[in-house]
């Protein structure tokens, strides 16, 4: 298996360019959820999915938007980039939770994206 | 609301000493929560989780936390670092009230291994 996979690994933009992060996982996880990492503030949940068709906002959604048309891939969309979206992007995909609680997640090795 | 304060930004240990990583989380509920280690330009990886079983957790590479509700701590220990232990430590909680969908990560501890 290859996990969650990212791509790209590296990307450099202009303000107002629109992008797409790619994800795909091939472990058949129902939830999958992309992250930014920003120095000093930990990862912050920006969307997520639990499933094929359903997603929902996180912490930091602004300036993003998601779609998730197969279990497998969720890809993340900037429509109009700006400075302050300069970040390292990760996703993640877990198994949905049978009670209580949450399951580990397994991330991606991370796109680092930096915008001029 | 949750919330997840990780007490040291950066910690320094010697080789063959104890870890201390600290934890304090804010829940209204019974929270579930992990710890996760990133190594230097990787992804992160699971080392343990609560999940309000057994309130001292073992996890992978000798590392071990004790969930201590009457404290709201989950303080992340380990007896003697390798210097393989350098890394950043990421506290994690679950809001349960989003069916832990949500996940809320610490700001992270950098941990330094001297040998």
């Known amino acids: 298996n290859a996990g969650v996979t990212q791509t790209p690994k590296f990307q450099v933009l202009k303000t107002g360019q629109s992008m797409t992060l790619q994800c795909a996982q091939d472990m058949n996880h129902e939830y999958m959820s992309w992250y930014r990492q920003d120095p000093g503030m930990g990862l912050r949940l920006i969307h997520y999915s639990v499933g094929a068709g359903i997603t929902d906002q996180g912490e930091v959604p602004n300036g993003y938007n998601v779609s998730r048309s197969t279990t497998e891939d969720f890809p993340l969309r900037l429509l109009s980039a700006a400075p302050s979206q300069t970040s390292v992007y990760f996703c993640?995909?877990?198994?949905?939770?049978?009670?209580?609680?949450?399951?580990?997640?397994?991330f991606g090795p991370g796109t680092r994206l930096t915008v001029l | 609301a949750q919330s997840v304060t990780q007490l040291d930004s950066h910690v320094s240990v010697s080789e063959g000493t104890p870890v201390l990583l600290r934890c304090n989380y804010s829940?209204?509920?019974?929270?579930?929560l992990f710890w996760y280690v990133q190594h230097p330009n990787k992804g992160l990886q699971l080392l343990l989780k609560y999940t309000s079983a057994a309130t001292l957790v073992k996890g992978i590479n000798g590392f071990e936390a004790e969930f201590k509700k009457s404290e709201t701590s989950f303080h992340l220990t380990k007896p003697s670092a390798h210097m393989s232990d350098a890394a950043e430590y990421f506290c994690?909680?679950?809001?349960?009230?989003?069916?832990?969908?949500?996940?809320?990560f610490g700001a992270g501890t950098r941990l330094f291994v001297k040998a």
């Open positions: 994690v909680v679950s809001d349960p009230t989003t069916g832990g969908f949500k996940t809320i």
């Open positions: 993640a995909s877990s198994y949905v939770a049978l009670a209580g609680g949450r399951n580990e997640q397994f």
């Open positions: 829940s209204s509920y019974s929270p579930s």
